[in-house]
């Protein structure tokens, strides 16, 4: 069982930045790939990015691609998603994820689920 706990969402005008953390508990954080997505009111939930076990490999999606960054600490049991030149249309819940494989985290359900944190870009 793993627990995640998401924190770091908050205001923030178009063009500026916010980081995202997802804390997990346990000691098994290094033997999962992690991810965030995000859900938009009225949209379904939507994959953002993933990170594999070692850090060593990333995966984005299209529309956050240049923009997010995707990062990991084993040694302290975290994965960040670093977000730059937000827009409005960045607006949503997100969540953090922990799978088995980053590569397939955006067709293959995550195995745990960590509750979300709202990001909200004004215009």
């Known amino acids: 069982q793993v627990q995640l706990v998401p924190s770091g969402g908050g205001l923030v005008q178009a063009g500026g930045s916010l980081r995202l953390s997802c804390a997990a508990s346990?000691?098994?954080?290094?033997?999962?790939?992690m991810g965030w997505f995000r859900q938009a009111p009225g949209k379904e939930r939507e994959f953002v990015a993933a990170?594999?076990?070692?850090?060593?490999?990333?995966y984005y999606a299209d529309s956050v691609k240049g923009r997010f960054t995707i990062s990991r600490d084993n040694a302290k049991n975290t994965v960040y998603l670093q977000m730059n030149s937000l827009k409005p249309e960045d607006t949503a819940v997100y969540y953090c994820?922990?799978?088995?494989?980053?590569?397939?985290?955006?067709?293959?359900?995550?195995?745990?689920w960590g509750q979300g944190t709202q990001v909200t870009v004004s215009s």
């Open positions: 346990g000691r098994t954080f290094s033997r999962y790939a």
């Open positions: 990170i594999s076990r070692s850090g060593v490999s990333t």
């Open positions: 994820a922990a799978g088995r494989v980053a590569s397939a985290m955006a067709s293959d359900p995550p195995d745990y």
